[in-house]
């Protein structure tokens, strides 16, 4: 099983902030998915990135794949109140049938 | 209308009872999972099944049982519930593409006393 580990498991900011959100692990991922989840329900996509070295824009996240997709991160620019909520990376592996790992979830509280 | 459907949202119920979790999905996915999310374990795959007549084992399946009723149907059972499946329940789908994105559903808060 592919691990992925997640840094930092809580981060409390506030409003106005920048922040960086990490995704690691020894292994390559073909794919890589970030998702955010509130309280009381499942995880919604964020974004997908497919290839190394990939960054993609979603208004104020900037997401990104390493060079040997072994490692993403997620960065908020101005963070705001309603970011609040657990950021999970997935990663997608194996051939044929792919297998995908969570994370463990960063808990974001931005503070007004 | 959501797109993958969990019933019931919440349950309570006791040791050693039965119970069964159902999951509908409208995306036309192939491929379907169960997984349990706990605070400090993050989210842990149960089974998983990419067609109808296929089911295959998670991480944590000893104590799950699955049924694949149709392409769009996935229930989860308890078949004897105890304490330790106290824990958030979340069915999801993805397409056989290349990504295998994960779709969820709004989850299942199961407590066993």
């Known amino acids: 099983t592919q691990l992925l580990e997640q840094s930092p498991q809580f981060l409390s900011i506030q409003e106005g902030e920048n922040l960086t959100v990490y995704c690691n692990s020894s292994?390559?991922?073909?794919?890589l998915q970030w998702y955010r989840q509130e309280p009381g329900e499942g995880p919604v996509l964020l974004v997908t990135?497919?290839?190394g070295g990939e960054v993609k824009k979603l208004k104020r996240l900037t997401f990104q794949f390493g060079d040997a997709r072994k490692d993403s991160s997620l960065h908020i620019t101005a963070a705001q109140p309603g970011d609040t909520g657990l950021y999970l990376c997935?990663?997608?592996w194996g051939g044929g049938y792919q297998k995908v790992t969570f994370g463990i979830g960063t808990k974001l509280q931005v503070i007004p | 209308d959501a797109d993958v459907t969990q019933t019931p949202r919440n349950r309570i119920t006791k040791t050693g009872k039965r119970i069964m979790l159902e999951c509908s999905q409208t995306?036309?996915?192939?491929?379907m999972y169960w997984y349990r999310q706990d605070p400090g374990l993050g989210l842990r795959l149960i089974y998983y099944?990419?067609?109808?007549?296929?089911?295959n084992k998670g991480e944590i399946s000893d104590g799950y049982s699955v049924s694949r009723q149709a392409q769009a149907k996935f229930s989860l059972s308890l078949e004897s519930a105890i304490p330790n499946q106290t824990a958030l329940y979340f069915c999801?789908?993805?397409?056989?593409?290349?990504?295998?994105?994960?779709?969820f559903g709004p989850g299942t808060r199961l407590t066993v006393l």
């Open positions: 999801a789908t993805s397409d056989a593409g290349s990504t295998d994105t994960q779709y």
């Open positions: 997935a990663g997608a």
């Open positions: 292994s390559v991922f073909s794919s």
């Open positions: 990135v497919v290839t």
């Open positions: 099944s990419f067609d109808v007549k296929d089911i």
């Open positions: 995306k036309g996915h192939d491929r």
